[in-house]
């Protein structure tokens, strides 16, 4: 019933910064609890970020300072801004989407989508 597309994914060297988008449809997510999980291989799903419907806003430690979650509900549309890139934040990148923020921020999704892949060198 919910279908999300993630982009913007690519390689870049350390230091350098991806901006990633992913877009909603099937529904209005406007009040879901939205936000970006990733995985490397031979590694468990990590949490990265999360974002509420009222902008509430949280994030792993390993990216906090470094990534900037944001979300546009008019367009069902969510962001991450990823700057300071580091070889360890190689991974596909996973968008989700959870009626509870709280859920959401302990790993818990609805919705995920196909991932995009961020490859950091050097």
């Known amino acids: 019933q919910v279908q999300l597309v993630e982009s913007g994914g690519g390689l870049v060297q350390a230091g350098g910064s991806l901006r990633l988008s992913c877009a909603a449809s099937?529904?209005?997510?406007?009040?879901?609890?939205m936000g970006w999980f990733r995985q490397a291989p031979g590694k468990e799903r990590e949490f990265v970020a999360a974002?509420?419907?009222?902008?509430?806003?949280t994030y792993a430690d390993s990216v906090k300072g470094r990534f900037t979650i944001s979300r546009d509900n008019a367009k069902n549309t969510v962001y991450l801004q990823m700057d300071s890139l580091k070889p360890e934040d190689t991974a596909v990148y996973y968008c989700?989407?959870?009626?509870?923020?709280?859920?959401?921020?302990?790993?818990?999704?609805?919705?995920w989508g196909q991932g995009t892949q961020v490859t950091v060198s050097s």
């Open positions: 989700a989407a959870h009626s509870s923020f709280s859920a959401l921020r302990a790993g818990m999704d609805d919705y």
């Open positions: 099937g529904r209005t997510l406007s009040t879901y609890a």
């Open positions: 974002i509420s419907w009222s902008g509430s806003r």
